[in-house]
């Protein structure tokens, strides 16, 4: 360590540790081995700091780690055990033109800790620079008191029930955030609701399992803290993607703070017990450093080039929209990402989506590549390779935009499902572009081997408005985010029956649940995994913002008041998904063959090659072989639809508002009277004899 970069007090001496591997911070007889890797690192110090001193700064004592094997710095700390909070000083060269920062006077997080304390509470202390991040010296005001701390923990336990282990083929998800999803509900206790142990209340779970969900996806639980942007006015983080720590729960969403990884693994096991698997949405792409303006918290003080794309003179480049990106070339970051996922797997996690994942198949931040080094490293590993992966396939760049462009063993989000059904809904007559999604997206998924499921359809999902908010509001209302309404995206594709947001108008509130439960039955009878929006079941409003990732308040929390709209839609949901559990079998294991289905205009006769091209056509009925035909009709009067020479039994009609088919609905002709925008179900002979 360079003479004039000691530390004040006095280190401590460390205990030779052959041991690399794993990095991070384990106990082992007598104290705790750590484990940091950097490349651009002169001289560690593991920073052990006292809990309580008073309001001022953190009683410090200062450990040199002195080992360095494999770029990883390493030691052992006699004296010490669970509970301990350390943090790393990193002394070595500052030289922003060429991406390194070190500054030995910012407190580091480890980004192998299992548990982190504390928060930012000053942006000003954290900044590894004075006054300019390309051209300024670095700075010299100590970050310990202003940041987050890491925990030393003992042994990871293992999950204490077995998994469900959900055929893709039956899956459907639902996409929930931990805080918001039981903050408000009646039947959690206060002290558990916006918790882990809220989500896995019997309250809570049992709405799960009477909806007919077998998955949830999680809104990000890794351990994350607000980007400089709302520090520095003031607002907070909802959504969580801004992660600091890739290994620890977050500590918000722990009923006892500092009982957050055991309060996950018995969410985990709550939910398994009923059946239920746990997907994270895991955010890979980017960090909570934000630009180079952010703050020094962890990764850039370590070793900025391991973990950042950087270009020409130092400067990082941004392809997610967050200010960084981090670089899946680098062995560190591939390293950091699969342990990441391994931990959670081992803790019971069943699937991961990976937001923004085309960043990760993007090295150095180039052009995408399928077969990228850290995604096949993700799908080769024995752990890893059991677990469902979900791509979020595209980043904030056109490059990144690949849609059907993963790997065979990826499902992705489908952004051309969401655009082609909400089109249609609206009354868009694009016949053969909703045929595709109906279908299960052949052109987009078959090419690469994969099957149906790997198309996770959508209407709705945190980013947007939600279903009520889709058939109410034409125009995105974000003022209430602080950015002028200059947030979130511009291309709806939403309707609002003439109104403008909330309504006392019979027809026009008529209107938007018919058609939301149109929405509703196409997205859950078409091939494919859907995956469906917390609270849209219950008729949840944003009131019109499309973006509410700060806020964290009843404007995004599930509402649980009672009422006829939210209990009669959640039992028309449900309804949807028994009838696609036990009566319907949309293609889930492999894409239909020609001979499977067939295709029906209004008038009874199958759609022509001419047919699928009409401007005009709002109408399209679709025969799957002996089972099941569904109707969709997209105009906004009513019509009769002649069925094919088939015996059809009425099943569902989306006008009605719990699905039962009118009376009259068929006729001894065998026409289909069909509502404005509507979904008409039926059975063939063979499909509605029981068993």
Known sequence: MPSDDRPAAPPADTVFAPEVFPLGAHLVDGGARFAVASTTAEAIEVCLLEQDTGGGPPAERRVELTERTFGVWHGTVPGIGAGQRYGFRVHGRYDPAEGIRNNPAKLLVDPYARQIVGTLSSLEAALGYVDDPMHGPPSTVDSAGSVPLSVLTGPQGEPGTAPPRIPWADTVIYELHVRGFTKNHPEVPAELRGSYLGLAHPAVVEHLRRLGVTAVELLPVHFFVDEPALARRGAHNYWGYSTLGFLAPHAGYAATPGNELAEFAGMVDALHRAGIEVILDVVYN??????LGGPTLSFRGLDAPAYYAHGRGGAQIDITGCGNTVDPASPTVARLVCDSLR???RLGVDGFRFDLASVLGRPHASGFEPHAGLLTMITSDPLLASRKLIAEPWDATEE???VGGFGVQWAEWNGQYRDAVRDFWRGGTNLSAMARRLSGSEELYAPSGRRPWASVNFVTAHDGFTLRDLVSYQHKHNTENGERNRDGTDDNRSQNFGVEGETRQVEVRSARLGTARALLATLLLSAGTPMLTAGDERWRTQRGNNNAYCQ?????WMDWASGAEPVAL???TARLLALRRNRLAPARDR???????TWWRADGQPLTDADWHHSDASTLGMLAGERWMLVLHGGTEPIDFCLPPVPLAPVL?????DGMPRDGALTAEGRLRL???????LLTEQAARPG
Not at 675 to 681: H, M, N, Q, T, Y
């Open 675 to 681: 509502a404005a925008r509507s979904v008409f179900v």
């Open 570 to 572: 959640t039992e028309f």
């Open 286 to 291: 980017h960090t909570c450093e934000g630009d």
């Open 343 to 345: 931990f959670w797997a």
């Open 591 to 597: 894409f239909y063959h020609p001979e499977d289905v």
């Open 552 to 556: 964290d308040n009843d404007l995004s």
């Open 400 to 402: 990144g935009y690949r």
């Open 653 to 657: 009609d989306s006008s009605q508002p």
